[in-house]
Protein backbone atom coordinates (compact mmCIF):
# COMPACT_ATOMS: atom_id res chain seq x y z
CA UNK A 1 0.00 0.00 0.00
CA UNK A 2 1.39 3.40 -1.02
CA UNK A 3 -0.16 6.83 -0.59
CA UNK A 4 2.31 9.39 -2.34
CA UNK A 5 1.22 12.81 -1.27
CA UNK A 6 2.70 16.10 -4.02
CA UNK A 7 2.73 19.48 -4.33
CA UNK A 8 3.05 21.20 -0.98
CA UNK A 9 5.49 24.16 -0.70
CA UNK A 10 5.88 27.73 0.21
CA UNK A 11 2.94 29.99 -0.57
CA UNK A 12 2.11 33.76 0.15
CA UNK A 13 -1.46 34.58 2.27
CA UNK A 14 -4.02 34.48 -0.26
CA UNK A 15 -2.46 32.42 -2.43
CA UNK A 16 -3.16 28.65 -3.72
CA UNK A 17 -2.26 25.07 -3.79
CA UNK A 18 -2.99 21.87 -5.10
CA UNK A 19 -2.15 18.89 -3.42
CA UNK A 20 -2.47 15.60 -5.18
CA UNK A 21 -2.24 11.79 -3.47
CA UNK A 22 -0.89 9.04 -5.94
CA UNK A 23 -2.52 5.84 -4.04
CA UNK A 24 -1.81 1.58 -5.05
CA UNK A 25 -1.97 -1.69 -3.43
CA UNK A 26 -5.49 -1.13 -1.92
CA UNK A 27 -9.18 -0.80 -3.29
CA UNK A 28 -9.11 2.75 -4.04
CA UNK A 29 -12.08 3.12 -5.64
CA UNK A 30 -13.88 1.57 -2.76
CA UNK A 31 -12.51 3.75 -0.20
CA UNK A 32 -13.63 7.39 1.13
CA UNK A 33 -10.70 9.32 1.19
CA UNK A 34 -9.11 12.32 3.07
CA UNK A 35 -6.95 14.92 4.18
CA UNK A 36 -5.40 15.56 7.10
CA UNK A 37 -3.45 18.44 8.90
CA UNK A 38 -0.87 18.33 11.70
CA UNK A 39 0.69 21.75 12.47
CA UNK A 40 3.63 22.32 14.64
CA UNK A 41 3.00 20.97 18.15
CA UNK A 42 -0.58 20.28 17.51
CA UNK A 43 -2.69 16.80 16.88
CA UNK A 44 -3.29 15.95 13.52
CA UNK A 45 -6.71 17.06 12.22
CA UNK A 46 -9.37 16.18 9.64
CA UNK A 47 -9.92 18.71 6.95
CA UNK A 48 -11.64 17.24 4.31
CA UNK A 49 -13.34 14.04 3.39
CA UNK A 50 -15.11 12.41 0.11
CA UNK A 51 -17.00 9.41 -0.03
CA UNK A 52 -15.74 6.43 -2.49
CA UNK A 53 -17.71 7.70 -5.27
CA UNK A 54 -17.00 11.06 -4.60
CA UNK A 55 -20.83 11.83 -4.51
CA UNK A 56 -20.46 13.41 -0.73
CA UNK A 57 -17.99 15.71 0.85
CA UNK A 58 -17.32 17.54 3.98
CA UNK A 59 -15.08 19.65 5.38
CA UNK A 60 -13.26 21.26 8.46
CA UNK A 61 -15.23 24.38 9.83
CA UNK A 62 -12.15 26.70 9.00
CA UNK A 63 -11.56 25.31 5.40
CA UNK A 64 -15.29 25.56 4.15
CA UNK A 65 -15.06 27.95 1.08
CA UNK A 66 -11.81 27.90 0.51
CA UNK A 67 -10.85 23.91 0.08
CA UNK A 68 -12.07 21.92 -1.80
CA UNK A 69 -11.36 17.97 -2.09
CA UNK A 70 -11.94 15.95 -5.23
CA UNK A 71 -10.66 12.36 -6.56
CA UNK A 72 -10.32 10.68 -10.10
CA UNK A 73 -11.07 7.19 -9.71
CA UNK A 74 -9.82 6.14 -13.09
CA UNK A 75 -6.22 7.87 -11.97
CA UNK A 76 -6.41 6.58 -8.02
CA UNK A 77 -5.77 9.78 -7.11
CA UNK A 78 -7.39 12.25 -4.39
CA UNK A 79 -6.80 15.89 -4.62
CA UNK A 80 -6.74 18.91 -2.44
CA UNK A 81 -7.37 22.20 -4.03
CA UNK A 82 -6.44 25.05 -1.78
CA UNK A 83 -7.44 28.66 -2.17
CA UNK A 84 -6.74 31.90 -0.08
CA UNK A 85 -4.36 30.58 1.79
CA UNK A 86 -4.00 31.81 5.47
CA UNK A 87 -0.54 31.42 7.57
CA UNK A 88 -2.72 29.30 10.02
CA UNK A 89 -2.96 26.97 7.46
CA UNK A 90 0.49 25.84 7.76
CA UNK A 91 0.90 22.58 8.73
CA UNK A 92 2.16 19.14 6.96
CA UNK A 93 -0.72 17.58 5.08
CA UNK A 94 -1.62 13.55 5.07
CA UNK A 95 -3.32 11.70 2.58
CA UNK A 96 -5.60 9.14 4.30
CA UNK A 97 -7.38 5.72 2.75
CA UNK A 98 -9.78 4.37 4.75
CA UNK A 99 -11.05 0.98 2.91
CA UNK A 100 -14.96 -0.73 3.26
CA UNK A 101 -13.36 -3.20 6.12
CA UNK A 102 -11.89 -0.38 8.31
CA UNK A 103 -8.68 0.01 7.59
CA UNK A 104 -6.72 2.88 7.37
CA UNK A 105 -3.77 3.89 5.05
CA UNK A 106 -1.29 7.26 5.37
CA UNK A 107 0.75 8.93 3.18
CA UNK A 108 4.41 10.20 4.39
CA UNK A 109 2.87 14.00 4.48
CA UNK A 110 3.77 17.36 2.28
CA UNK A 111 4.61 20.17 3.89
CA UNK A 112 2.43 23.33 3.23
CA UNK A 113 4.22 27.02 4.27
CA UNK A 114 1.97 29.63 3.96
CA UNK A 115 4.41 32.95 4.83
CA UNK A 116 4.97 36.01 3.70
Known amino acids: VQLAESGGGLVQPGGSLRLSCAAS????????MSWYRQAPGKGRDMVAR????????NYADSVKGRFTISRDNAKRTVYLQMNSLKPEDTAVYYC??????????WGQGTQVTVSS
Open 96 to 105: NGRAPWGTMY
Open 25 to 32: GFTFSSSA
Open 50 to 57: ITSAGGST
